[in-house]
């Protein structure tokens, strides 16, 4: 059973950092690209970040050099890193594993940003 569990959303008031984790189970996870995605309310999810297997990162240009994707796989675990942060960030972030093995998500954290 693949299970993706996220954690670290909460309350931060403008300018603040956070940071997401997600754990996943049940996966080969080094095998898998691992993403970030959000969604504020009356909108369509969006991408956040990814990280390949490798290690390579892509961004949406809108949280380029404010967040920071990286993994660990010793302990099948994705971080998002978010600094500087804006109303407009405010969502609820999911995870998601992506392979041709398959595809999940987890069932989000909600960040919201407010002063």
């Known amino acids: 059973q693949v299970q993706l569990v996220e954690s670290g959303g909460g309350l931060v008031q403008p300018g603040g950092s956070l940071r997401l984790s997600c754990a996943a189970s049940?996966?080969?996870?080094?095998?898998?690209?691992m993403g970030w995605y959000r969604q504020a309310p009356g909108k369509e999810r969006e991408l956040v970040a990814t990280?390949?297997?490798?290690?390579?990162?892509n961004y949406q240009d809108s949280v380029k050099g404010r967040c920071t994707i990286s993994r660990d796989n010793a302990k099948n675990t994705v971080y998002l890193q978010m600094s500087g942060l804006k109303p407009e960030d405010t969502a609820v972030y999911y995870c998601?594993?992506?392979?041709?093995?398959?595809?999940?998500w987890g069932k989000g954290t909600l960040v919201t940003v407010s002063s």
């Open positions: 990280i390949t297997s490798v290690g390579s990162t």
């Open positions: 998601n594993a992506a392979h041709f093995w398959g595809n999940y």
């Open positions: 049940g996966i080969i996870f080094r095998a898998y690209t």
